[in-house]
């Protein structure tokens, strides 16, 4: 098992709790910031490693930010599981780069996430702005502590 600070169930908790408070303070100010990469990465670690329980608090983790950001429920839970099984396995075979990988998985979810809110809703430019800016927050916080 690779040693990862997502591996171990405490922290990812810490974290779900951290973009809950972070979330609803953020949704105040009209500034959405999400952590959903963050939390995706945790997604994945936990269903490789098949922690499940910890899959549970991730999974409703998701789901506060989905009713908090306007999406349908459990959309971003199956995003997440259909990348993971379906997507994720091709775009590891291409990026042979183990230490880019996070990154791209990262790009990847947001890229689908900004489709799958584009689905219901009109896309504007603070949008794209707050996806940029939510990318960015989530490639230094993968780059500084995972």
Request: charged residues 5%; glycine residues 4%.
């Amino acid at each position: 098992m690779h040693k990862s600070i997502l591996n171990i169930p405490i922290i990812i908790f810490f974290i779900c709790i951290a973009a809950v408070l972070i979330n609803i303070l953020s949704s105040i100010y009209f500034i959405s910031i999400m952590f959903i990469g963050i939390i995706f990465l945790s997604f994945e670690q936990s269903l490789k490693n098949k922690q499940y329980y910890t899959l549970g608090i991730l999974v409703l983790t998701f789901l506060f930010l989905e009713v908090n950001m306007g999406f349908k429920p459990f959309s971003l839970s199956l995003l997440a599981f259909f990348s993971h099984s379906f997507i994720l396995p091709n775009l590891i075979r291409v990026v042979s780069f183990s230490n880019v990988s996070n990154y791209v998985h990262i790009l990847w979810f947001y890229a689908s996430a900004l489709v799958l809110f584009s689905l219901g809703n009109d896309i504007s430019f603070s949008l794209i702005f707050s996806i940029f800016i939510n990318i960015i927050i989530d490639f230094i916080i993968v780059g500084l502590f995972i």
